[in-house]
């Protein structure tokens, strides 16, 4: 889905509509360069929004990105060639309780997006809680390590940016949202991907 930001304000009538709020952060943002550089501002220099593991509620194995088939916007880029994620061995973990299937949607990488300020949660009417890595993390191996390493999310398996340790204890910090997912599926896109 292609989302496009109108050179003007939408006038709906009544009070003011979360668009109509959100307008000016988000061409503000389009305009400007170096979007998604800075883990602790935007390119418009507010604070970024983050959000904080609140308990972890679901860990997710990563199985490895070979794949039967190569989606066009697959989030993942999960492909018949493309083997940058392997699979964990039972020796480096031990899910236990396998969490149920969940299908992830395709995304288009090229479409741009508004950087997520702080301030944008009260606009937008969302709690950080309502965030994915409030209640998740996600385990990969990437090709050639030595051992797999901990996730802030299921989006971004090949950011470094978004590697918090080796362990869920070195994983339980906050999440700082500076990658175009973020708010692309995250937090404008609700982040609904259940079956």
Not at 20 to 44: C, E, H, M
Not at 81 to 86: I, Y
Not at 181 to 190: E, I, K, T, Y
Request: charged share 25%; aromatic share 6%.
């Amino acid at each position: 889905m292609r989302v496009t930001v109108p050179a003007e304000p939408i006038e709906f009538g009544g009070p003011a509509t979360v668009l109509n709020d959100l307008w000016p952060i988000v061409r503000r943002s389009q305009a400007s360069t170096g979007k998604f550089t800075d883990p602790l501002r935007t390119a418009a220099g507010e604070e970024r929004a983050s959000v904080a593991l609140d308990g972890l509620e679901t860990l997710w194995c990563n199985t490895g990105t070979l794949c039967n088939i190569a989606c066009e916007n697959c989030y993942i880029e999960s492909s018949p060639r493309n083997d940058r994620l392997v699979y964990i061995t039972r020796d480096e973990i031990d899910p236990r309780d396998p969490a149920r299937l969940v299908l992830f949607p395709e995304m288009d990488a090229q479409a741009d997006v508004p950087e997520i300020s702080s301030r944008c949660w009260h606009v937008l009417g969302k709690s950080p809680q309502d965030v994915m890595c409030a209640s998740s993390r996600m385990v990969v191996k990437r090709k050639g390590a030595a051992r797999p390493c901990v996730v802030a999310c299921t989006l971004l398996p090949y950011d470094a940016g978004f590697e918090l340790g080796r362990t869920l204890a070195e994983a339980s910090g906050p999440v700082r949202l500076n990658h175009p997912h973020c708010a692309r599926f995250c937090v404008l896109g609700q982040a609904s991907c259940s079956v």
